[in-house]
């Protein structure tokens, strides 16, 4: 049971230690109004690079804050707006996003293609399956032509 209450106290503890740091470094902007270097608010810190962006990224969310090119800035009051190259990041992230669902579609329409061709190839051997094989080869042409639609809406 000490266990679990130790586990619970180091997180109490990070947290603590997280809100000093966030307290620090606001300190250390308003000291630097022209801007500080993210590797020397990590020296002065005493904390990783990647720790400094999480803390700006969250001074940023509240206002406080924005960094560009390795640099974190105070924001003045006006200045409450994310930074073009975290837009720029953001359409990024979304044009990659489309072109993966628009591989997908096609990757599905060619599939259903080569099942359509399989199941009339099947179809055309004969026997009882025949008017079966048929029925299921029109619904997927009905399901590809579907997704045709869609795409071209």
Do not use: W
């Not at 400094?52 to 560009?68: I, P, R, T």
């Not at 044009?95 to 628009?102: D, F, I, L, N, V």
């Amino acid at each position: 049971m000490s266990e679990g209450r130790n586990i619970v106290s180091a997180v109490t503890m990070s947290n603590v230690q997280t809100m000093k740091n966030l307290d620090k470094l606001e300190k250390l902007l308003q000291q630097n109004r022209h801007g500080i270097k993210i590797t020397e608010v990590a020296k002065k810190l005493n904390v990783d690079r990647s720790t400094v962006y999480k803390y700006l990224y969250s001074l940023d969310l509240q206002g406080k804050a924005h960094y560009e090119r390795g640099i974190a800035y105070p924001s003045k009051p006006s200045d409450v707006k994310p930074s073009k190259s975290k837009f720029r990041f953001f359409e990024f992230l979304n044009k990659r996003a489309e072109r993966k669902r628009q591989e997908q579609k096609e990757e599905e329409k060619r599939q259903l293609l080569e099942s359509i061709h399989l199941k009339e190839l099947l179809a055309e051997v004969g026997g009882e399956e025949l008017a079966i094989m048929k029925k299921i080869a029109e619904k997927d042409r009905e399901i590809l032509k579907e997704l045709y639609r869609e795409d071209s809406e």
